[in-house]
């Protein structure tokens, strides 16, 4: 009998959206030839050493089994079942926690036979495991910024650059890492009036507002102001290096008391981001119907057949409304592409004036790069994400 572990996950800060992937071998053909052989990976949040092997206890957040595939290997890919356990809160609410991370994870092997259970091997590391893309195609179990991360250096936003509109909320998020002594320092974009907030302990991510209100009542500086736009950056608090900047503008409220469209969408990082829009949507309700046709005369007694005027000879079994809205970002500058390609690839997107989950309806999207100047609008096109009204009687 020989078991292994052939490829499992390494030592680093490990993504929920991207493949994590463990591949373990039994060479004994006789146990993996029975038709009750089984192989099971555990994953379990678990500290300990890596002997005796762990009991079966309430630390395991699943098992998955499987047959062996024609070359004998068992292949788990335990991202989806990871992905799962971590919670979010919603894209508009004030709550600073807004995904969890799972530390201490590993992967415990083995196999059933008969339905007896036979742990067999525990992988060698524990890794982390949060919410999150990789910024592009990797290679299995990796992620290329993985020490940016941990070590809390840089916001989880793709643009450098953010627009909000004075009346809308918005956050950035740090991933708060190893490093529970980051500061995060605002300041009036003259550079003067700064305030500074400390890392929470306890916390997976940092959810740091930008919105102008909600930036003016956590300030502790009296002379500063958010209203006319202002960076934020994260700072060592201890050395003062700073490591990364970010700088927001701040849209005034639409034209005339019309309402402003703001949509957020979880960005390639795996934490909620916002596109604003200068003008208000247009909403557009459309209606599908389920028809049959039907007689519209009926007989008596003796059989006698009588037409009735006025009755419709075809009938409608069911509606079901559709509204779809258009949305103008507005003039805005090149580095907007970055959002808009991450929205673009989103599962999720809502729309802030509706409050409702909208689904994108535009398949290509030319991407511009208009050098830093404001010279380049998208339109895009959205249909909410469920039925309005249905069938009314």
Not at 99 to 126: I, K, W
Not at 194 to 209: E, G, K
């Amino acid at each position: 009998m020989a078991y292994s572990i052939t490829f499992q996950p390494d030592l680093i800060l490990h993504m929920a959206r991207s493949p994590l992937i463990a591949v373990v071998r039994e060479t004994d053909p006789v146990l993996r030839d029975d038709p009750t052989f089984l192989y099971y990976c555990r994953i379990q949040n678990y500290a300990g050493p890596l002997l005796p092997l762990p009991a079966v206890d309430s630390d395991i957040i699943a098992e998955l089994t499987q047959p062996p595939r024609p070359n004998g290997l068992g292949m788990f890919n335990v991202q989806p079942y990871l992905e799962a356990s971590i919670q979010k809160t919603g894209a508009f609410s004030t709550l600073s926690q807004a995904s969890s991370l799972v530390e201490n994870l590993r992967l415990h092997f083995g196999y059933y036979l008969d339905g007896v259970a036979y742990p067999q091997a525990m992988s060698d590391t524990a890794f982390r495991f949060t919410d999150g893309y990789a910024i592009q195609q990797q290679g299995i179990n990796l992620y290329e910024h993985s020490t940016d991360i941990i070590d809390c250096k840089r916001f989880m936003t793709t643009a450098q650059n953010i627009e909000v509109v004075s009346d809308r909320q918005a956050w950035v998020h740090l991933f708060a890492g190893q490093a529970p002594d980051r500061q995060v320092e605002y300041r009036r974009l003259n550079g003067l009036n700064p305030f500074t907030i400390s890392m929470p302990s306890n916390i997976s991510i940092w959810r740091l507002p930008i919105g102008v209100e909600d930036v003016n009542a956590i300030s502790t500086n009296p002379a500063f102001s958010a209203d006319d736009g202002f960076s934020i950056r994260v700072v060592d608090s201890i050395s003062t290096e700073e490591y990364q900047q970010l700088f927001v503008r701040v849209l005034p409220k639409g034209f005339c008391g019309i309402e402003s469209e703001s949509l957020a969408y979880i960005n390639r990082f795996g934490v909620w981001d916002y596109l604003h829009g200068r003008g208000r949507s247009v909403e557009t309700i459309k209606q599908s119907r389920t028809e049959w046709t039907r007689r519209i005369g009926v007989s008596n007694q003796v059989d006698a057949w009588t037409y009735i005027n006025g009755t419709s000879q075809m009938g409608v079994i069911g509606v079901l409304g559709e509204k779809e809205i258009a949305f103008s970002t507005g003039y805005v500058n090149g580095e907007t592409r970055e959002k808009i390609q991450d929205l673009m690839l989103s599962l999720n997107v809502l729309s802030a004036r509706l409050d409702v989950p909208v689904i994108l309806m535009n398949n290509q999207i030319v991407l511009q790069d208009g050098n830093g100047a404001d010279l380049i609008n998208y339109d895009l096109q959205f249909k909410i994400a469920g039925n309005i009204i249905q069938d009314i009687i």
